[in-house]
């Protein structure tokens, strides 16, 4: 796992950015949410974008120089 964000428009954001470097990333639901909306469909909540071990160092690196905090 990358990195964890608070929605999914956070995440798709940066999986774009990783994209256009040329690393595969996909992102989920976290399981920091477990249990919220039982039954019922919930679109928000926070997410975690995922990248192949292996290119784990280059993709927070991507991420340190285009989205400094």
Request: proline fraction near 6%.
């Amino acid at each position: 796992m990358l990195e964890v964000v608070g929605s999914e428009p956070e995440a798709e954001l940066i999986c774009s950015l990783l994209r256009s470097e040329g690393i595969p990333c996909i992102q989920q639901k976290t399981n920091y949410a477990a249990g919220v909306g039982d039954g019922m469909s919930v679109i928000g909540g926070p997410r975690e974008v995922v990248v192949h071990a292996e290119r784990l160092a280059e993709a927070r690196e991507i991420l340190e120089r285009q989205l400094p905090i």
